[in-house]
């Protein structure tokens, strides 16, 4: 079945830093990739949405590209902020027939300290 | 824009004791789901609703039942609670299908915390 995996945290860098945090899937054909932010106390919110190959998705200063021939999709921010302090999700969903509700990964805490 | 909003945001329950998470959304969508947020585990899916009038099982089902009681309301049953269901409850809704070909975007409630003793 679909899967996601993402790097285990907790994540802490300073202010400023450059972040990545991997995430890689496991999918039959094309799927649709994600990537999810929970702010404290918050649900969920789409940060920014992948749908094929090579796409480069981005929002807010992170970025995130389709690799198919790594089945990845890290987000990196070149810079972060304090603001930044949040759980980033991976999720996919599947291109396959059928109902495929959005699997998820496990989630990443990200600590930005001043 | 209230969005997808759910009740209760807090909830201590005691072991057999029976509850209902209500979830409501404003945005005409079509489909709904009902997520548990645990450490270490993610987002696991417990039921969704892809229009009305239907649900369908998701990855942790067991100890919960569901009713998709018009199209803006999607309620999550616990019959008789148990410590394992301690969790974060989420629930979400999208205007497309899950099994669309496009590209979903989720709506997420801001959860509601229940610890069972």
């Known amino acids: 079945g679909n899967s996601v995996t993402q790097m285990e945290g907790p994540v802490t860098l300073s202010e400023e830093a450059f972040l990545t945090i991997n995430c890689t899937y496991t999918?039959?054909?094309?799927?649709?990739l994600f990537w999810y932010v929970q702010y404290p106390g918050e649900g969920l919110q789409l940060l920014l949405k992948?749908?094929?190959?090579?796409d480069k998705g981005s929002n807010k200063g992170f970025e995130a590209t389709y690799r198919k021939e790594t089945t990845s999709f890290h987000l990196e921010k070149g810079s972060v902020q304090v603001s930044d302090s949040a759980v980033y999700f991976c999720?996919?969903?599947?291109?396959?027939?059928?109902?495929?509700?959005?699997?998820f990964g496990k989630g990443t805490r990200l600590s930005v300290i001043a | 824009n209230a969005g997808v909003t759910q009740t209760p945001k807090f909830q201590v329950l005691k072991t057999g004791q029976s509850m209902t998470l209500q979830c409501a959304q404003d945005?005409?969508?079509?489909?709904m789901y009902w997520y548990r947020q645990d450490p270490g585990m993610g987002l696991r899916l417990i039921y969704y609703s892809a229009s009305e009038g239907t649900t369908d099982k998701g990855e942790v089902p067991n100890g919960y039942n569901v009713s998709r009681l018009n199209k803006r309301e999607f309620s999550l049953r616990l019959e008789s609670a148990a410590p394992s269901q301690t969790s974060v409850y989420f629930c979400?809704?999208?205007?497309?299908?899950?099994?669309?070909?496009?590209?979903?975007?989720?709506?997420f409630g801001s959860g509601t915390q229940l610890s069972v003793l």
């Open positions: 999918a039959t054909g094309y799927p649709s």
């Open positions: 999720a996919l969903k599947g291109s396959m027939s059928g109902n495929t509700p959005l699997v």
């Open positions: 992948a749908t094929k190959a090579d």
């Open positions: 979400a809704s999208s205007d497309r299908g899950p099994s669309s070909a496009i590209q979903e975007k989720l709506f």
């Open positions: 945005m005409n969508h079509n489909s």
